[in-house]
């Protein structure tokens, strides 16, 4: 094929005009074509940075609904907590009470006076409203009977006892009962425990398990 056949055909006016309109409109469509490019850029610039926002802003409020709980719980722990130290005192008093209870036996009871009876009565009502004025407060008692395993986060080893007929670790004696406020200890039972026998003899205490 000749240069003259791939040269366009400007052999008449119309076809003259055209071309010249074409080559006149090329440079306005490059011009569009740049703009959409650099628009396009900017659109997904602009949508990073509002997904880096939205995942800050979601980070935010993750954190204040955090903060908010523990305030929330710190309020509550001030609220049940404030008087540990106050119902640690009066654990005192509900042992005396159960201890000048305790003096009395069930059989010299039941030949006592009149107003000893009455004495005694007044006492046992009194342990029992105290009592209950401690579950009012989140205050509950956890002394062990015996035979329970010793439990070295709830119970306090005092001494060991040989002999027993229990086995060795489990608890054979108590000497003050053991007290929760919430979930937290207000003062362990203090115990006494079954010492090994046998073959065990001479061993210490687990007071780990």
Known sequence: MSDENSKP???????????????????ARQGEAADA??????????????????????????????A???????????????????????????????RAIGTLK??????????VKAMVEGVEMTERQLLSIFERHGIREITPQAGERFDPNLHEAMFEVPGSGHPAG?????LEGGYM???????????GVA???????????????
């Open 9 to 27: 055909d400007t052999g008449t006016p119309e076809t003259a005009a055209k071309l010249a309109e074409s080559l006149a409109a090329e440079p």
């Open 37 to 66: 490019a650099e628009t396009g850029a900017d659109v997904a610039a602009l949508e990073t940075e509002i997904a880096e926002l939205k995942d800050r802003l979601l980070r935010v409020a993750a954190e204040m609904e955090n």
């Open 170 to 174: 489990t608890v054979v004696h108590v």
């Open 195 to 209: 010492k090994a026998e046998g073959a065990e003899k001479g061993a210490n205490v687990d007071t780990t398990a």
């Open 106 to 115: 069930d059989d010299e009871r039941e030949g006592a006076a009149e107003s």
């Open 181 to 191: 406020i919430g979930e937290r200890l207000l003062r362990a039972a203090r115990v």
């Open 68 to 98: 908010r709980k523990r305030a929330e719980r710190d309020r509550a722990d001030a609220t049940r907590y404030a008087a540990a130290n106050f119902a640690r005192d009066m654990l005192q008093v509900a042992d005396n009470l159960r």
